[in-house]
């Protein structure tokens, strides 16, 4: 391969930049309508969010200029929000000459028509649209790689999720020293550790906040016994949804919460949420400050999947369904999850 | 029940007087020849460690009277260090007049007749000699439960390994709103978790050493990579012992690694080294400091006892071979982990 498309400028699109220019394959940056000003400092300093200059060999491109950032690329990486998915896929298709392998770092659920959705699966409709739906060679990655620490060569695994053995030797391909690459024919167990994760490690967060200095951090008990029914909770939708409780027992689903838990954004609101604020309240607010807290809007759009796709099964998810009660419903959050604790052992 | 007996004064033996007391059940807690002072101090005030009264109901007693504090025991507690358990189960049973089941708080590999071997065989062999191996009705207990936290209503969940009905019904009935347990009949399982958690803590400490400073608290996807590389370990060694990987995939594995990583005394054993430290040295610092490093004790034991149980296992170990190559001999601490990824995935 000597040319790859990766569409979207935030985090961790950009980072990719860096193992795909270590492996010699020339990185076409595209930035979305929303990110002209990411793609705009990156071609005179650093890019704004990993606060590092991109890989010399990346070349960038604004967000008029789609068609001409995918010409003749060899697979396409996507690295847009969840939200961002559909409208950014869409105009993709309007413009792909050819099907090529398609490889989704977005996380979470999309919504297609008014359905929510495995992201994979709205790929696989729209793309179906254009070329035939047989016609899609699809790849969704997971595993615990922030973007941040990738662009750093923090040694960081990947899992790449995907039914063809021709994307899954793309994949180990782009291994470098500190990028390590496995693969599993396993997509949905993937795809859906990813979002859900993001679900799980606010519930992380809401014992830091509740507990952190009222407890001078002498709590990770309790946060042991969240992240432990998190890793049983995934388990148990992965293999509703016909995938493999072992993709969740390893990158993908561990590997992955365990990052998610430590740091990011999903931790931090969970965080506001422990120490007191209303769950909009603290979507609004990190929203003001230009973070996105993805794992309060895949468990709305996971709600919904869930109970459309796998009727009953929340109710057997103690922890779901607590934090649902909690961030949609306005349940009191330390009382609710110790609650929790009663009905999850 | 209405009595029970705890061996060993120390954190995780002093923090069982809680649920039992809550239960209605009095503790009778026995302090080893090395924890004179903290029986007396919890005579009068606060339990040294714990930094808080014990249950008013709490019976100590100093280590002349072992007989007095287990006659009658309707069981008994083991909460000694794993070097304190074969001398302390041996003082023991020249005092037992029954055979009355064992609850093992203990955690790790003990030496009997100079040879390594689980804890819960070592006390197989120890109470045959007395009563006959049959007699013996053993738990080990496992899970996420950090003493100071327990003796806070901190929620903690334990799991029991038994194999016998009766124990398994005694573990549930010591539940509390924050202390929760389940049961397992896998006792090897419960039993090697909790023994290797302590060595594999040691790595995510080392990283928080390596990196913590230097890179700012950045480096998450590599702590993830060796929270997740252990966990896949812990499984092979348990399964390789004909235990349950399922039982590595919950609390005793996944939650007390959860619970081993974020605190406690492996993880700064392992900080130590990180920072530059030599294992020995590292250990020794902490001794001084009153400090048991049981991971740095667990790796040499475990190695010895995987060498002899499990010939060709720990080649297959790339994590456990290279705390061992760090630990044990003198390999360079971040040269040797970076290598293990690439061996690792």
Redesign the interface.
């Given at each position: 391969m000597k040319t790859a498309a990766i569409l979207g400028a935030g985090y961790m699109a950009s980072a990719m930049t860096f193992p795909l220019a270590a492996n010699g394959i020339t990185p076409r940056l595209w930035g979305t309508w929303l990110d002209d000003e990411l793609i705009a400092s990156s071609r005179t300093g650093e890019h704004p969010r990993l606060k590092k200059p991109l890989p010399e060999s990346t070349v960038l491109f604004d967000s008029s200029d789609l068609g001409t950032a995918v010409e003749g690329a060899e697979c396409i990486f996507i690295g847009v929000s969840s939200e961002g998915f559909v409208p950014v896929f869409s105009r993709l298709l309007e413009v792909l000459t050819d099907a090529v392998p398609i490889f989704a770092l977005t996380k979470g659920f999309s919504v297609l028509d008014g359905r929510v959705m495995r992201t994979s699966e709205a790929g696989r409709e729209l793309f179906g649209r254009r070329f035939g739906a047989e016609a899609l060679v699809w790849t969704s990655i997971g595993g615990?790689?922030?973007a941040?620490?990738?662009a750093?060569e923090?040694?960081?695994?990947a899992i790449f999720g995907t039914q063809s053995d021709e994307a899954a030797r793309t994949a180990l391909s782009l291994q470098t020293?500190?990028y390590?690459?496995?693969t599993t024919g396993d997509v949905a167990g993937v795809e859906l550790s990813s979002a859900l994760k993001n679900i799980y490690a606010m519930a992380i967060g809401m014992c830091d906040g509740l507990?952190g200095e009222r407890?001078a951090?002498?709590?990770?008990?309790?946060?042991?016994?969240l992240?432990?029914q998190a890793?049983?909770e995934m388990?148990m939708i992965v293999e509703a949804e016909s995938g493999d409780?072992a993709t969740v027992?390893?990158?993908a689903g561990?590997?992955?919460l365990?990052?998610t838990a430590?740091?990011g954004k999903n931790q931090h609101f969970g965080r506001l949420v422990g120490t007191g604020l209303a769950p909009e309240e603290a979507y609004r607010k990190m929203e003001s400050e230009d973070l996105l807290a993805e794992g309060f809007l895949a468990l709305k759009a996971g709600t919904t999947w869930l109970a459309e796709n796998h009727p009953g099964l929340i109710e057997r998810l103690p922890l779901f369904a607590t934090l649902k009660d909690i961030c949609l419903d306005g349940a009191p959050v330390e009382e609710s999850l110790?609650e929790m604790?009663?009905t999850?052992?």
């Open positions: 615990p790689v922030k941040y620490e990738l750093r923090i040694p960081s695994p020293d500190y390590r690459v496995r507990y407890m951090r002498n709590y990770h008990n309790f946060n042991s016994l992240f432990n890793i049983l388990a409780a027992h390893d990158l561990i590997g992955d365990y990052v430590q740091s110790r604790v009663r999850s052992l």
